[in-house]
């Protein structure tokens, strides 16, 4: 399975972003699939989760502020985010939630104050 995230860039505090992640080899609507964040000297986090029948979980530090969506024509699954703040900065990664495939490059997103 093959991971290609984008979308990521240097924004703004407040602006928005949409990241995506085209995977091939396997289904979307197959898996969980979450995005994950990779934040300078910290751990690799979990920010937003989407179950197939469309349930979807997200950390509290982006509640209300960010989207997981998926398009299971293209295969591909979405993060959509708003009201940036530059503890939002990081690597972003998208896999599935259990038993994750290589993680890919990610895409990274920069939020300047």
């Known amino acids: 399975v093959q991971l290609q995230a984008s979308g990521g860039g240097l924004v703004h505090t407040g602006e928005s972003l949409r990241l995506s992640c085209a995977i091939s080899g396997d289904f979307v609507s197959a898996n969980s699939m979450a995005w994950y964040r990779q934040s300078p000297g910290k751990e690799r986090e979990e920010v937003a989760r989407?179950?197939?029948?469309?349930?979807?979980v997200y950390a509290d530090s982006v509640k209300g502020r960010f989207t997981i969506s998926s398009d299971n024509a293209k295969n591909t699954v979405y993060l959509q985010m708003n009201s940036l703040k530059p503890a939002d900065a990081g690597i972003y990664y998208c896999?599935?939630?259990?038993?994750?495939w290589g993680w890919g490059q990610g895409t990274q997103v920069t939020v300047s104050s």
């Open positions: 896999n599935r939630l259990m038993s994750q």
């Open positions: 989407m179950h197939p029948i469309g349930s979807t």
